[in-house]
């Protein structure tokens, strides 16, 4: 075999592969399209109702070092999705959504050393807890302590993105399983009614198997 026929066999090789590629692509981006359509459905009806039964969230936020946000109640929702061209056509590029979660409750905590008032200030802070201080002094003056009164909200935002590469979809967000930030990485094949029932358990603070996708504390 000549050069021009060997080089001529790896080229058709390059081409198969090529087209494997492309025609699984295809297939991928198909899959998760009707993945994100059907949770885009799912999860627009579950808000409806939420909206009209405002059920309370048994989720104790915690707040390390400073306390439990807790009995937190339905308060209002939203959810939108984008789209994107790929190829002609439009695909589901994302899904965002909130639920913000309240009570009338709010937390207050006291501190008298400038250490601790410094700790609970920078948790909060981290957190992206609203909050407000109150210097309390000594019946004769001077400073004796630290009020802090954090307002029981929280709100639950959510962005669900198509990754058509790796035929999944990724659910990037805070506050949904507790306080601070959470990613996971869902195969588009597992997505199905009994999956996204589980979803809706994880954000009215149920017991959900979705922790099996977490995959990052970021």
């Not at 059920?55 to 946000?69: A, E, K, M, Q």
Request: net charge positive.
């Amino acid at each position: 075999m000549g050069l021009l026929d060997d080089l001529k066999k790896q080229a058709d090789m390059v081409k198969s592969q090529q087209l494997s590629q492309s025609s699984m692509l295809e297939e991928s981006i198909k899959l998760v399209e009707a993945k994100m359509h059907q949770t885009f459905l799912y999860l627009n009806d579950l808000l409806k109702q939420l909206a009209v039964l405002k059920p309370t969230n048994p989720t104790p936020y915690s707040i390390p070092g400073v306390g439990d946000l807790q009995n937190l109640a339905y308060g209002e929702s939203f959810i939108n999705y984008r789209k994107k061209k790929i190829g002609d056509k439009d695909y589901y590029d994302y899904i965002t959504m909130y639920i913000k979660w309240a009570s009338p409750v709010n937390l207050t905590v006291e501190r008298d050393m400038p250490a601790a008032i410094q700790k609970v200030s920078e948790v909060l802070w981290s957190f992206g807890m609203k909050f407000t201080e109150e210097k309390i002094k000594k019946p004769g003056g001077g400073f004796e302590k630290m009020k802090f009164t954090v307002p029981s909200n929280v709100t639950c935002d959510i962005a669900i993105t198509a990754d058509h590469d790796n035929a999944r979809l990724v659910v990037k967000g805070k506050h949904f399983f507790r306080l601070g930030t959470d990613e996971l990485r869902i195969p588009a094949g597992d997505i199905n009614e009994a999956l996204l029932e589980e979803f809706a358990k994880m954000l009215i603070g149920q017991p959900s198997t979705l922790r099996k996708y977490r995959v990052a504390t970021l």
